[in-house]
């Protein structure tokens, strides 16, 4: 099993530009999250799926889209990137939501210029 | 609401001195479940222990072990003879198991940032 993989693993954006932020998982796991990543912050949660089709928001959601289409995919989509969406981002995949351990992804290291 | 701290934001020990990384918990719930995780320098986050609220005894693994009080609500993490490997940063986290929204969502605390000097 590769666990949850992201991509990519670096990332300049300018301002204002867009993009996904890939996460896949091969556990079939049901629970899945995009967290965020700052100094001095701890980790926050951005969006979350319980499930394909099924999202919502966590704590920190303004500038960000998802959709789950599959169980293993989980995009995390920055519509219009600035400076204070530079941070590290992780994704995460869990069989349940709340109760058990969450696998988290290596990472993506964002910069936005 | 839920919220966790971690009054400790930075611990420097010597190899082989024990070390202990605080974590208190608030929660209104009966029912939650608690984690560590460790961030070594390399970036990525490994799960450590899942303790649910029913289960008060400490555990020990290896050269770690956790201290559960929920009459302090608190959820302690003990290194035993540190090694300098243990160089990272610890997040204590809780979830609430109630319903399957955003209550039961993962509240990590702001982290310690552990280094073990030869």
């Known amino acids: 099993n590769a666990g949850v993989t992201q991509t990519p693993e670096f990332q300049v954006l300018k301002t204002g530009q867009s993009m996904t932020l890939q996460c896949a998982q091969d556990?079939?796991?049901?629970?899945m999250s995009w967290y965020r990543q700052d100094p001095g912050m701890g980790l926050r949660l951005i969006h979350y799926s319980v499930g394909a089709g099924i999202t919502d928001q966590g704590e920190v959601p303004n500038g960000y889209n998802v959709s789950r289409s599959t169980t293993e995919d989980f995009p995390l989509r920055l519509l219009s990137a600035a400076p204070s969406q530079t941070s590290v981002y992780f994704c995460?995949?869990?069989?349940?939501?709340?109760?058990?351990?969450?696998?988290f992804g290596p990472g993506t290291r964002l910069t936005v210029t | 609401a839920q919220k966790v701290t971690q009054a400790q934001t930075e611990i420097s020990v010597v190899e082989k001195e024990d070390v202990t990384l605080d974590c208190v918990y608030e929660?209104?719930?009966?029912?939650?479940?608690l984690f560590w995780y460790k961030q070594p320098p390399s970036g990525e986050l490994v799960f450590l222990i899942r303790r649910n609220s029913f289960d008060e005894q400490n555990e020990i693994s290896g050269r770690y072990s956790w201290n559960f009080q929920k009459s302090t609500s608190s959820f302690n993490f003990t290194i035993t003879a540190s090694q300098v490997v243990d160089s990272a940063v610890y997040f204590c986290a809780l979830s609430e198991a109630w319903g399957s929204g955003a209550n039961s969502k993962l509240t990590f605390g702001k982290g310690i940032t552990l280094s073990v000097r030869p």
């Open positions: 995460a995949s869990s069989i349940q939501q709340g109760i058990y351990e969450q696998y």
């Open positions: 929660t209104r719930d009966t029912t939650y479940y």
């Open positions: 556990m079939n796991h049901e629970y």
